[in-house]
């Protein structure tokens, strides 16, 4: 028995149909892949906001959590970036003090020791972040002492959104307080608003894809909702 091969118009069904499955199933691909990165951001927000809450906590003192352009010598505050910091805050305590304060000292290492004396002393007794270097009052006063830092921004597409921003610096500046609490910022007073802060993370304008709002109530805990904010 001689097998019959496929038709032209056999054979322009099958690509038709493969088309159009192809047409259904990448864009969904596309919005999957969109949708994990949202929520990535956010979980690394939340994260980085959770890590300065419970160090204040453990350390019994009052910890900065801030949204910088960069995590190297250049960078500044934003209130429009997927990167982070978390540092030992001492504005409170001398608030012509600006130590705690990452701009343009991202790149330092994570302090050791973990806590810092206050007022800085002439002499220190211990080194800034490494034994090899003599301790100095100048190493004691410009190390921002950095705690944690966000992964490197290699997520394309997200747009991120923090409110309110500080005047001065014009960025998304968290203090927490040794109960976990919100405290004043070294820029200025802690917000009025019921959350005290709020952060979208969205798909790019003309992408498809999730958005995530992740608030901070006046006591110091977060939560990360799926939609634009305000959560509700």
Partial sequence: MLSRGFSLI????????????????????QETMVNGRSRGVAESIQIGLVKARSEAI??????????????????????????WVVTQYVGLTAPANTRGVPAGRCNVAAYTPPDQEE????????TVNTAATPPTAASCVTDPFIVDKSPADRVPDINVTATPTMGTPAGFVVTFGA???LLANLEGAL????????VLIAPATGV?????????????????????????
């Fill in 119 to 126: 007022p800085c002393p002439a002499t220190p007794a211990y």
């Fill in 179 to 181: 109960l976990g609490q």
């Fill in 208 to 232: 498809t894809g999730r958005s995530y709002c992740l608030e901070v109530n006046s006591s110091g805990n977060t939560r990360l909702c799926t939609m634009a904010c305000p959560c509700t």
């Fill in 10 to 29: 056999e054979m322009l069904l099958v690509l038709a149909i493969a088309g159009i499955a192809l047409a259904i199933a990448v864009p969904s691909f």
């Fill in 58 to 83: 453990s350390r019994n003192a009052p910890m900065r959590f801030q949204l910088v352009s960069t995590l190297d010598s250049t960078c500044t505050a934003s209130g429009a970036s997927r990167l």
């Fill in 191 to 198: 917000p009025a608003g019921s959350p005290a802060y709020s």
